[in-house]
């Protein structure tokens, strides 16, 4: 399983847009990277998925650069309701033992 | 589809009883896994099921037990409950994976539980 590390916390304001990178230097071949979103008293919610390149979906965007050892997650004009932790995942269909670690706690102001 | 849903909400103990903490899909998913999240950490699996009658030990899968004798039950039991397990328990599952592809994790609203 490859280990991640990712920022432990982030500030920002409405409207801003906020970029959390998650570096994984050791990551397979056949590696996905996944994040996830948790709201306090939530169980975690799936965000995005990808394997190299860029992803984009209506919540977010996901950029992977051609060495995979990094991937950052991109949120355009967040607001308060985007306050929460983002965990980066990265494994294969066959990692059944996945760590969420601690996460990067993103707080937006108003 | 109500998706994964536990039972309780909350629960307190104390030292030294047990309990079963109850799990439950409807999405005919083969991997289930409990974790437990302690204030400001991090998930940490305890144990996961690829498939009826199939378990295996997560990270910290000391003083649980869990069985899977149905496709939707994943229930986890405490032996022995001491104060150390204290926390939140989420309960997860998702389908089997396809072409590597690491399949989403469809997550419960959790069990909040005291151990006095």
């Known amino acids: 399983l490859a280990k991640t590390t990712q920022p432990i916390s982030m500030d920002s304001y409405e409207g801003q847009e906020v970029n959390i990178t998650c570096s994984h230097n050791?990551?397979?071949?056949?590696?996905?990277i996944t994040w996830y979103q948790q709201f306090p008293s939530q169980g975690p919610r799936f965000i995005i998925q990808?394997?190299?390149t860029k992803v984009t979906n209506e919540v977010a965007s996901l950029f992977i650069p051609a060495d995979r050892k990094s991937s950052t997650l991109s949120l355009p004009r967040v607001s308060l309701s985007d306050t929460a932790v983002y965990y980066c995942?990265?494994?294969?269909?066959?990692?059944?033992?996945?760590?969420f670690g601690a996460g990067t706690t993103v707080t937006v102001r108003a | 589809n109500a998706g994964v849903t536990q039972t309780p909400k909350f629960q307190v103990l104390k030292t030294g009883q047990s309990m079963t903490l109850q799990c439950a899909q409807d999405?005919?998913?083969?991997?289930m896994s409990w974790y437990r999240q302690d204030p400001g950490m991090g998930l940490r699996l305890i144990h996961y099921?690829?498939?009826?009658?199939?378990?295996d030990q997560g990270e910290v899968p000391n003083g649980y037990n869990v069985s899977r004798s149905t496709t939707e039950d994943f229930p986890l039991r405490l032996l022995s409950a001491a104060p150390s397990q204290t926390s939140v328990y989420f309960c997860?599952?998702?389908?089997?994976?396809?072409?590597?592809?690491?399949?989403?994790?469809?997550f419960g609203p959790g069990t909040r539980l005291t151990v006095l």
């Open positions: 997860a599952s998702s389908s089997s994976g396809s072409g590597g592809v690491l399949e989403e994790q469809f």
């Open positions: 990808g394997y190299k």
């Open positions: 050791n990551i397979a071949t056949n590696d996905y």
């Open positions: 999405m005919n998913h083969e991997y």
């Open positions: 995942l990265v494994g294969d269909q066959d990692d059944y033992k996945l760590s």
């Open positions: 099921s690829v498939g009826a009658g199939i378990t």
